[in-house]
């Protein structure tokens, strides 16, 4: 069984632009969540995604935003980077956290450079 | 508030025993996780503990404590590549889960 898959690994990105990250689920998974990672702050949750709605949202701000697709597909979205914004973005899917297997599989990551 | 605590850094010797300590203060607590992350790769899950106790898996066991607000990771025949940061996770329910900074180990000759 594949497993999870982030799209693009690197990104180089000036202050000002947008991105969207994109994550491909291990395969009968339907939640995904996503979290940024940085040598500071460790793994900060930034929000999850069950049957293309949202159930939880962690403490970033608006610019970080996010959708999942019928196919459990999920896509991040950040505008108007910022230099803090700088970090390893991870997305994670387990069959759902509510219950049953609540183990995160963790997807290689999406490096994400703002200059 | 949620705050998880672990050490930064350990070091420990090849073939030894070393217990990785996490204490956790969460407004929920659904179970708790271990995760291992070598540098530059992705966490892999270790481990899920619910119920007080120990859980015992190969070479890593779990334990937990609900009451005290505690967990230790237990690695056993340590060897080289056990080198990694592990991380300390509380599911809080509400479909989210909070991390702690991590413990970085080192394995020495």
């Known amino acids: 069984k594949a497993g999870v898959t982030q799209t693009p690994r690197y990104l180089i990105k000036t202050r000002g632009q947008q991105v969207t990250l994109s994550c491909s689920p291990i395969s009968g998974h339907r939640s995904v969540s996503w979290y940024q990672q940085t040598p500071g702050q460790g793994l900060q949750f930034l929000f999850e995604?069950?049957?293309?709605?949202?159930?939880n949202k962690g403490n970033f701000p608006g610019r970080f935003s996010g959708r999942q697709f019928s196919n459990s597909r999920s896509e991040m979205n950040v505008s108007t980077l910022e230099l803090g914004d700088s970090a390893l973005y991870l997305c994670?899917?387990?069959?759902?956290?509510?219950?049953?297997?609540?183990?995160?599989?963790f997807g290689p990551g999406t490096r994400l450079t703002v200059t | 508030g949620q705050n998880i605590d672990q050490p930064t850094e350990m070091t420990a010797t090849e073939g030894a025993i070393v217990q990785i300590n996490c204490t956790y203060q969460?407004?929920?607590?659904?179970?708790l996780f271990w995760y291992q992350q070598h540098a530059g790769e992705a966490p892999t899950f270790l481990s899920y503990?619910?119920?007080?106790g120990l859980e015992e898996k190969g070479r890593f066991s779990s334990f937990l404590s609900r009451s005290k607000g505690y967990s230790y990771l237990l690695l056993k025949e340590l060897q080289m590549k056990d080198s990694a940061s592990y991380l300390c996770?509380?599911?809080?329910?509400?479909?989210?889960?909070?991390f702690g900074a991590g413990t970085r180990l080192f394995v020495k000759a």
């Open positions: 996770a509380v599911y809080t329910g509400g479909f989210k889960t909070i």
């Open positions: 995604y069950f049957s293309e709605t949202q159930r």
């Open positions: 994670a899917s387990s069959l759902s956290p509510g219950q049953g297997d609540r183990s995160q599989y």
């Open positions: 503990n619910v119920l007080d």
């Open positions: 969460t407004s929920g607590f659904n179970g």
